[in-house]
Nanobody
Framework: QVQLVESGGGLVQAGGSLRLSCAASGSIFSINTMEWYRQAPGKQRDLVAAISSGGSTNYADSVKGRFTISRDNAKNTVYLQMNSLKPEDTAVYYC?????????????WGQGTQVTVSS
């Protein structure tokens, strides 16, 4: 099992920045990829950014050039640096840890943290 705790959300004006943190505990050695998702009211949960155990990253087109995902292995923490925030970035942001066992994917979700961007 993997436990995740997110922090760093809040209210910010458009153009501002926030940094989200996701601290992992438990069977962290089994994690393959760490991801950030977001879900706005009435919408589906979408992938925002991901980072593999080897450090490879990928981003949703809507956040490329503005968001950066990184990880501190010594602290078992993943970060999402969000710059040039827009009102459409408003959502609950969720951290997800992915464990792969052959073809089977296991997801471990955090509780989410609210990000609100005012215009």
């Amino acid at each position: 099992q993997v436990q995740l705790v997110e922090s760093g959300g809040g209210l910010v004006q458009a153009g501002g920045s926030l940094r989200l943190s996701c601290a992992a505990s438990g069977s962290i050695f089994s994690i393959n990829t760490m991801e950030w998702y977001r879900q706005a009211p009435g919408k589906q949960r979408d992938l925002v950014a991901a980072i593999s155990s080897g450090g490879s990253t990928n981003y949703a087109d809507s956040v490329k050039g503005r968001f950066t995902i990184s990880r501190d292995n010594a602290k078992n923490t993943v970060y999402l640096q969000m710059n040039s925030l827009k009102p459409e970035d408003t959502a609950v942001y969720y951290c997800n840890a992915v464990r792969l066992e052959g073809p089977v994917r296991y997801n471990y979700w955090g509780q989410g943290t609210q990000v609100t961007v005012s215009s």
